[in-house]
């Protein structure tokens, strides 16, 4: 081959090698590009599934509506529920103080010795007598033979936060002999890194110096009014790795000797060695004996050199003065005709709500559907009551809106200030955990079940029940800058609240609801809906999706009307309130999803059979209890149930005065064999298939019967409207109003001269109290029956 040739055959060698690497390098390009772009849409996957899964913990916004300082006034309270006495600040890191108490000659366990509040304690009685919320409360506990008083009174001295408590233990006459008891009172932080203490003896009378990292330095003193009565006193310093165990802390440090048949208890202060955020004070003392203990800041020096007692027991009676003036100004009992001793109940049972106000730091755990596991919500305090210092000694959501009906008639800033706590509660896209279980006391109450908290739940929005209640009869104070203010800044996470559920609460057909959450088990005769509020409360026995529940159209409802008055109070836009309030007030419409033709009464609509039972089924390796079916269900109105859920169009005032449908209501009302007792409005009726069943072989019957205080609140608050309505209903109306009144009232007074407690619940054929106790949460409601004060 000639060079020529070779020559031509290179060049076409290399243009072919040149196009060929070309290509190559393109293909590459393309490869890289789309391995960048898959990298990128992974990463973009990744990142915005960690979006959805931190979504949930969001908050709603960094501008809190509760301030991050605190105010001197409010800084110290009873804010401690679940015990039986204590005192605590509203801190993120607080100073806690409380007392225990044991009878000697019976110590045998940890059990014997009083601290939290439970039931299995037996106690005959407890909880206050008087309580304003701000400056005082007075307290009667008794245990056996013996009675405690606890008072305390808060003051400020040159705008230095100081109180005094006392404990007054005396016995009962008919006791045969004397008693010794033994009371510890200690002083506490959650952690050695929030502050430190010190405890001492000086001339028989105990102190405790703490020295707050917040608060600068205190000076708690144990002074005993006879010191002959004290036979026994001693000290020690220990530490609790949290706050829910200071008692067996305490008892850690407890030694003993003995001469004879007598044993001796004391403090063994060996243990102040160790690293110390819990001082105690152990008095044993022969019945009966009173103690003061006084708390002032070490920079404070009080002028007034008359003795603590006499100053203590002057402002004591000044504030009780000003609770029984203010209370009887507001309910007026007396001239509606009650006696002494039943003004005294209402007063006991308001205060032990106002009383039972705590204040809870901590985070919620919370789940979405984005998350596999839960995640801690971000950390926030909570200024709320609870619903029973020794059952619920924690933070509900809808038990709350019913709480502050009463606490805003009493006192609207405070109402306001739980408000405002709630909704700092609330997430980013408008959800706010129907259940609060902040810092270690409260979880110690909690089973592990309902911890954890999730975002597709609801709970009944029952804060629109109170700013209607607000708006209906306190405009005027609202009007105030200060509760003015405050009612702007709620309205975004009220507008919040209200779209959270308009987009994740919504039904099957236009205008319908459906609560989220329903437990789908093969265990459960009808699966539950907690998240309603109404728990067991029978619904539609086949959860699905095509559900629609009345009672959360009502509420809807509700909100829609609240949001409406609200907006043109604050002078804001409220058209599309008004529109959507018009649309669910349309009886037409709530008829058309609700109205059974059956039975012409409001029902649910569902996948549902009333043919179910529970059946044993037993093998030889196993033994359960399991729903059968035994009729095939079909979708229909659940309008076999008839109770609290088919009365939500009445007690929501939703019915004309002249409908058929407000007749049908009221006469089941009335009737003895469906809703009718003497001590109240049962929840379900007698000829509903589940009346008064177990939900499961180790469920009792919740909803099922029993009579429940803040519906039948809700029950004369809708027969009170009606019978100021013309219409053919008024009188009716009428005559199961005054009636229902009188039954409610009598029986629960009954019962709480016969147990000493206000219940969670009554028994619908002798009117018992029946579920936990005490249960001042929308029990309270009595006393707003009473003076008959409605929304």
């Known amino acids: 081959m000639s060079n020529k040739q070779k020559r031509v055959d290179f060049k076409k060698t290399k243009r072919k090698l040149t196009t060929d690497a070309s290509a190559g390098q393109s293909w590459k390009t393309i490869a890289v590009t789309c391995t960048g772009i898959a990298v990128l849409g992974v990463v973009a996957a990744i990142a915005y599934q960690g979006f959805l899964e931190t979504r949930v913990s969001a908050p ?32 993120e890191h607080p100073v ?59 003051s400020n001295h040159d705008n230095l936060p100081s109180w005094t408590a006392k404990i007054d233990v005396k016995q009962k006459k008919s006791a045969q002999n004397k008693t010794k008891i033994s009371l510890i009172w200690y002083t506490a932080f959650e952690s050695v890194e929030d502050g430190f203490l010190n405890v001492t003896i000086e001339n028989a009378q105990p102190r405790i110096e703490a020295m707050s990292f917040t608060l600068g330095g205190m000076e708690i003193k144990f002074l005993n009014n006879d010191v002959n009565t004290a036979t026994e006193i001693s000290t020690s310093c220990t530490f609790s790795s949290s706050i829910d165990k200071v008692k067996e802390a305490i008892v ?91 003004v005294a109940f209402a007063k006991s049972t308001m205060s032990n709500l106002i009383g039972g106000i705590g204040y809870f730091y901590g985070a919620s755990k919370v789940q979405s559907e984005y998350n596999e596991n839960p995640i801690n919500y971000w950390k926030a305090p909570l200024y709320t009551a609870v619903p029973s210092r ?13 709480h502050t009906l009463l606490v805003s008639t009493w006192d609207i800033d405070i109402a306001l200030d739980i408000m405002k706590h709630w909704f700092d509660l609330m997430n980013i896209d408008g959800w706010i955990p129907r259940e609060q279980i902040l810092g270690s006391e409260a979880l110690a109450k909690v089973p592990a079940d309902f911890v954890v908290q999730r975002s597709s739940n609801a709970n009944p929005p029952t804060f629109f029940l109170t700013l209607r209640y607000l708006l209906n009869n306190y405009e005027e104070k609202l009007k105030e800058p200060r509760r003015q203010e405050s009612l702007n800044k709620i309205y975004p996470r009220l507008q919040a609240w209200y779209s959270w559920f308009n987009k994740t609460q919504l039904g099957p057909d236009p205008g319908s609801y459906r609560w989220r959450g329903r437990s789908i088990t093969i265990e459960e005769i009808n699966p539950k809906t907690l998240t309603s509020g109404l728990d067991d409360y029978p619904r539609a026995s086949h959860p699905d999706n095509q559900e629609r529940h009345v009672d959360l159209l009502c509420w809807m409802q509700l909100a829609s009307h609240v949001m409406f008055d609200l907006a043109r109070f604050l002078g804001r836009d409220d058209s599309k309130y008004y529109e959507t309030y018009e649309y669910l007030s349309n009886v037409e419409h709530l008829d058309s999803l609700h109205l059974s033709p059956r039975t012409n009464t409001y029902a649910d609509f569902g996948l549902h059979t009333d043919k179910v039972r529970l059946k044993l089924v037993q093998s030889q390796s196993e033994r359960a209890v399991v729903r059968e079916v035994m009729q095939a269900p079909s979708y229909k109105l659940v309008d076999d149930v008839f109770g609290y859920i088919s009365l939500f169009p009445f007690l929501m005032k939703i019915l004309p005065s002249d409908s058929s449908s407000l007749k049908t209501t009221l006469d089941n009302l009335r009737n003895p064999d469906i809703l009718w007792t003497d001590y109240g409005i049962r929840s379900l009726s007698k000829k509903s298939t589940l009346y008064m069943e177990r939900n499961t072989e180790h469920d009792p019957p919740y909803w099922r019967g029993q009579i429940w205080i803040n519906m039948n609140y809700l029950v004369l608050g809708a027969l009170n409207h009606y019978r100021n309505k013309v219409g053919p209903n008024k009188i009716l109306a009428q005559e199961i109003y005054d009636e229902l009144r009188k039954n409610i009232v009598s029986n629960m007074y009954r019962q709480y001269q016969k147990t000493g407690y206000v219940w969670e619940n009554y028994k619908d054929d002798t009117g018992e109290g029946k579920g936990c106790y005490p249960f001042t949460g929308w029990s309270s409601l009595v006393v707003m029956i009473m003076a008959e004060i409605y929304l």
Not at 127 to 153: A, C, K, P, Y
Request: hydrophobic content about 30%.
């Open 60 to 91: 709603f916004s960094q501008n809190k509506l509760v301030s991050s300082g605190y105010d001197n006034n409010m800084l110290w309270g009873s804010y401690r529920p679940g015990v039986y006495f204590g005192l605590k600040t509203r801190e």
């Open 96 to 154: 806690l103080n409380g007392l225990m108490w044991y009878f000697p000659s019976t110590l045998r366990s940890l059990s014997d010795i009083r601290h939290s509040c439970e039931i299995s304690d037996n106690l005959r009685k407890y909880g206050w007598s008087h309580h304003d919320g701000r400056n005082f409360g007075i307290q009667e506990i008794v245990d056996d033979s013996i009675s405690l008083q606890t008072s305390f009174v808060k």
């Open 390 to 402: 020794s059952f619920f000694p924690r933070g509900f959501l809808w038990d709350e809106g019913f």
């Open 252 to 342: 850690e440090t407890l030694a003993f000797t003995k001469d004879g048949q007598t044993t001796k208890y004391y403090l063994d202060n060996k243990a102040e060695k160790v690293p110390c955020n819990v001082a105690a004070v152990l008095v044993t003392f022969e019945v009966p004996g009173s103690f003061l203990i006084t708390m002032h800041n070490t920079s404070d020096r009080p002028t007034d050199e008359s003795p603590p007692e006499n100053q203590f027991q002057q402002n004591l009676n000044f504030y009780k003065q000003k609770f029984t003036d203010k209370f009887n100004s507001i309910f007026n009992l007396e001239a509606k005709g009650f006696t002494p001793s039943e």
